[in-house]
């Protein structure tokens, strides 16, 4: 048996709870797991080279996926135990009907104090507004390319333009910063790093450099760029220094001296991070990932369709944390996840 530090008070007031007691959930290689990320769809309107291949047909049932109800109850129950942050991604989140609605839900529970979300930004032009009225703090958009012909090649789609008008929606409607997520491939936009850098700054968007992981035969097969080497050019082409920004996610960021740009790189082939990692996935049918590299889940519909009391299921939450891996193995076995990464959450 594992070891985790919990203190919860149940007879105190949820909030009174959070408060006085701020719970601390960690798992049995003393790491606080304070993050989720929800996926609320397996479903994407992109076929990106890297992720979902093309012809896929292997989606989740609709009836397996949580509705909001079992959601809100799940997440609350992290919230209790001492979960702060919350990601909602897909697949694509933002076809999921009603996922405004969704939001607001989550960031009214009792210690959630940071959601974020997830997106292709294809449809984020008609969402953004409502999104930042429903409490969604904070956006990551994919972004592969500003080219169109290599936007269709990456991503199986030209919605570079649809893209571009949910960016700057998304600027009108409040968010800021926004960061903007290219995975960077070797051979296909490798060459782009700098436009990207110039049109972040241009723009006021956070880059972030994202190497591909061996996921499912699409992982395994993307043009891997290690990123060490890419950190230190552009450390050295804009004068960047280390800095740090908020988030729970893994990014090491460099950033100008006066903080008006900032680049992150996220390495978990060059130089993972699983030391510090605070977070578990939780896919559309409830079933919790404890690491994109390893095979360890904990399956929650079962019982939060079969009745199961709050008890119970804050019991369920501390036997998966429990599960949780040290660290992966994409270097030591790059083909042993099948699994694409739609269908872990992103």
């Not at 929606?169 to 995975?183: E, H, R």
């Amino acid at each position: 048996m594992g070891l985790y530090f919990f203190i919860y008070n149940p007879f105190l007031p949820t909030t009174a709870a959070h408060t006085m007691n701020a719970p601390v959930l960690t798992d049995q290689f003393g790491r606080r797991i304070d993050y989720v990320r929800l996926s609320v769809t397996d479903r994407c309107d992109l076929r990106c080279s890297y992720c979902i291949p093309e012809g896929f047909k292997g989606f989740e049932e609709p009836e397996h996926w949580l509705d909001f109800d079992e959601i809100e109850r799940l997440i609350g129950a992290f919230a209790r135990l001492g979960v702060g942050r919350v990601r909602l991604t897909g697949g694509e989140p933002l076809l999921r009907r009603n996922i405004a609605e969704l939001a607001g839900r989550i960031a009214a529970l009792p210690g959630i104090d940071d959601l974020s979300l997830s997106t292709n930004a294809t449809q984020l032009d008609r969402h953004a507004r409502a999104l930042k009225a429903a409490g969604v703090t904070r956006l990551n958009v994919s972004l592969d390319s500003l080219q169109q012909t290599r936007v269709e090649k990456i991503n199986g789609r030209d919605v570079l333009a649809k893209v571009m008008a949910g960016l700057f929606a998304a600027q009108d409607a409040g968010f800021s910063p926004i960061k903007l997520n290219m995975v960077a491939l070797a051979g296909t936009n490798d060459d782009e790093i700098d436009a990207m850098v110039a049109f972040c700054m241009e723009n006021g968007f956070v880059l972030r450099l994202i190497e591909a992981m061996p996921m499912g035969a699409t992982g395994r097969n993307a043009e891997y760029l290690d990123l060490q080497p890419v950190k230190e050019r552009l450390r050295s082409a804009f004068g960047l220094i280390e800095t740090a920004l908020p988030g729970a996610g893994p990014a090491r960021y460099l950033g100008t001296p006066d903080g008006r740009f900032n680049v992150g790189f996220i390495t978990p082939i060059s130089q993972h991070f699983c030391e510090t990692c605070n977070r578990i996935r939780i896919a559309v049918d409830g079933t919790a990932y404890m690491c994109l590299g390893q095979d360890e889940k904990f399956e929650f519909r079962p019982l939060l369709r079969g009745g199961c009391s709050d008890a119970e299921l804050d019991a369920a939450i501390l036997d998966a944390i429990n599960l949780k891996p040290e660290r992966h193995e994409f270097r030591e076995a790059p083909a042993k996840i099948l699994r694409f990464m739609s269908m872990t959450g992103g």
